[in-house]
């Protein structure tokens, strides 16, 4: 890294095989630590026109020096909660976040004097999200003298639509990822950090991504360590096992009567960006916080599959690194939201969610013994404890069952160290609790209310 030391506003320059970026001198919120960002890094061409639903293509550089002083849109998608759409097909940019450390304290770096690498992964559900500064602030692992990438990568159908052929081979979004990685591999040198020293982590759906890196024969040897928060390629919501179904239905709605899959491609990239983001928004009655959109397993005749099977057969064989693996103790809270709580107003609509929740593939019998265990009749006339027990059955239900399951696929390895958290602080600095609150403001005295019970 070089510093231009004729700006007075401390901006940095480096210098990469793309070209010259020049950055800006920022401090962290809490330790005034100084680190400089370099924001809205091409890592890849624009997969826009014929590269729409494409694997990545490599970024052809620029000329003279790119100003990356501030971020880029964020891959197009539905603004969370509302029906407008936001962001940009052009969305594969990624942002560094480089710690200034003085040389005196040279023994916080890894042995060869290079800054250990941490690239982030947002969640989002493969819908939504970026990997934005604003929303995923770097300050606190700056502190630690680490250097912090964060990544877009491509959502819902424009980095998820399956049609089984090279012109649209599916995991488009996980593909960019990977691209990220291997940019971040061979550049980061350049910014002082090493590339022998990678952690990839993620939350939500980019701890699903994680889940997945370790698994992909692509991945291999690109990073050293993996951390997993929330999320597990197990997860009922983490696959679509019917991926060309929903390719269809997308193409038939959007006018497309084909059953030829090139012809099909040929038609959708005919299609506006912003309309055909409109249309990934369907889901039926049993599908509560399942989308359509999602990674899947790539076929046989595709070229470089980064899915090549099914997860629990790539597992068999998943690249060991050591692992950090977790949960919260209230991931569904995401559930308590105003419509989704009146589902549970009474009795019977209680069994007829819990069946739908399970896909109807269990017996009346089944059915009855879970709504007993989360729904004793001591407890549902307890508003505070009903509430509890909808978010302990959708945490259950979409995050805990598989995450002990992908946890015990890495402890058989035995290989790598592997640890097990659960994070359980009931704090202000909640995104998902202040957006439920937000919803249904009487939860937060209720859930209030069952934190002083039980602390």
Known sequence: MVADHNNSTGKMEVVIEQGVLKGFQNKTLLSNKPYVSFLGIPYAKAPVNDLRFKAPVKHPGWSGVLNAISERDKCMQYAFMTNNIIGSEDCLYLNVSVPQVVKTFHKQKDSNGKLAVMIFIHGGAFNYGSGSIKEYSPDYLLDENVIVVSINYRLNALGFLNLDIDECPGNMGLKDQLFAIKWVKANIAAFGGDANNITIFGESAGSVSVHYHTMSPQSTGLYQRAIMQSGCAFNPWALNENHRATAFKLANNLGCLSSDPKEIVKYLKNISAIDLVKETKFKDETDFLVYKFAPSIESDVVSNPFLPAHPKTLAISTFPVPVIIGLNNME???????????????????????????????????????????????????????????????????????????????????ITPVYKYEFKFDGELNASKNLVFATRPVLRHAIKGYYSILY
């Open 332 to 414: 569904g809270i995401i559930a308590l939201s105003e419509d989704r709580v009146s589902q549970f107003s009474d009795d019977d609509h209680i069994t007829d969610e819990i069946s739908k929740l399970f896909k109807n593939r269990y017996s009346t019998e089944a059915i009855s013994k879970i709504k007993e265990f989360y729904f004793n009749k001591s407890n549902i006339g307890s508003e505070t404890i009903k509430l509890e027990s909808i978010c302990h059955l959708h945490s259950d239900v979409f995050f805990c069952n598989d995450f002990y399951d992908g946890f015990d696929w890495f402890l058989k390895q035995n």
